[in-house]
């Protein structure tokens, strides 16, 4: 009997293949080439968190799902962003996901923990991944510190950063008008109809399944 690539029981390492079918199970479309760098940074990730830590996820495959996987639901927005920003990307998801999916667009990954953003651009070259800048910087700094970046994005995004408000507080003079703010929550974390001078235009409800099954949601704010 044939095994089924999108089955996430199975033992056999998740390749760029088998991610593709996830993300289409998922309900995300992703070409093989960009799934299989996703993957080495993913890989390269793991590896230098053997020695810095920028996951608490240790197992490939629960990675694959949580990082990557989730991730990759930012093409359930619809949303083809050419200059997105990652606020407080931590570990470099979900922004590294946003750039495999739309590789013609600029996406810059924002943190401001000095270490992380250097095992970010380490991670980068290792990988081999054009086309994504870092930065170390407070979100909350950047509008006063770096001018050029006031209302430069078209996207914003952000996981496990802060509330909703809070991160929206950060985000928004960074957001071009009608720019979009993309929030990865938890299935019982509030998301306000407005925040900071913007509006809830979708909230977006998915299932990662196993071996790391949980509900998660995206929930996106157009700034008027």
């Given at each position: 009997?044939?095994?089924?690539p999108?089955?996430?029981?199975?033992?056999?390492?998740t390749?760029?293949?088998?991610?593709?079918?996830?993300?289409?199970?998922?309900?995300v479309?992703?070409?093989?080439?960009?799934?299989?760098?996703?993957?080495?940074?993913?890989?390269?990730?793991?590896?230098?968190?053997?020695?810095?830590?920028?996951?608490?996820?240790?197992?490939?495959?629960?990675?694959?799902v949580?990082?990557?996987?989730?991730?990759?639901?930012?093409?359930?927005?619809?949303?083809?962003?050419?200059?997105a920003?990652?606020?407080?990307?931590?570990?470099?998801?979900?922004?590294?996901?946003?750039?495999?999916?739309?590789?013609r667009?600029?996406?810059?990954?924002?943190?401001?923990?000095?270490?992380?953003?250097?095992?970010i651009g380490?991670?980068?070259?290792?990988?081999r991944?054009q086309?994504?800048?870092?930065?170390?910087?407070?979100?909350?700094q950047?509008?006063?510190?770096?001018?050029?970046?006031?209302?430069?994005?078209?996207c914003?995004?952000?996981?496990?950063?802060?509330?909703?408000a809070?991160i929206?507080?950060?985000?928004?003079?960074?957001?071009?008008?009608?720019?979009?703010l993309?929030?990865?929550l938890d299935?019982?974390?509030?998301?306000?109809?407005?925040?900071?001078?913007?509006?809830?235009?979708?909230?977006?409800a998915?299932?990662?399944?196993?071996?790391?099954?949980?509900?998660?949601?995206?929930?996106?704010?157009?700034?008027?």
């Amino acid at each position: 009997m044939t095994q089924d690539p999108a089955d996430s029981n199975s033992p056999v390492p998740t390749d760029a293949t088998r991610l593709c079918a996830l993300a289409k199970a998922l309900g995300v479309e992703i070409d093989d080439a960009s799934a299989a760098q996703l993957l080495a940074y993913l890989d390269a990730m793991l590896a230098v968190n053997e020695h810095i830590n920028l996951t608490a996820v240790r197992d490939r495959e629960h990675a694959v799902v949580l990082h990557a996987l989730d991730g990759l639901a930012f093409g359930l927005t619809g949303l083809r962003p050419s200059h997105a920003l990652d606020l407080g990307t931590g570990n470099g998801f979900p922004g590294i996901a946003v750039a495999a999916l739309h590789p013609r667009s600029s996406v810059m990954l924002l943190d401001r923990t000095a270490k992380k953003i250097r095992a970010i651009g380490t991670c980068l070259l290792t990988a081999r991944v054009q086309g994504v800048e870092t930065m170390q910087l407070d979100a909350a700094q950047a509008p006063g510190l770096h001018k050029e970046m006031r209302q430069a994005f078209d996207c914003v995004t952000s996981r496990a950063v802060g509330t909703p408000a809070e991160i929206a507080l950060m985000a928004k003079p960074l957001l071009s008008q009608r720019g979009a703010l993309v929030l990865w929550l938890d299935a019982a974390t509030e998301a306000p109809p407005q925040l900071e001078g913007m509006r809830r235009e979708a909230d977006i409800a998915y299932d990662l399944p196993e071996p790391a099954a949980r509900r998660r949601r995206l929930v996106v704010y157009r700034r008027g």
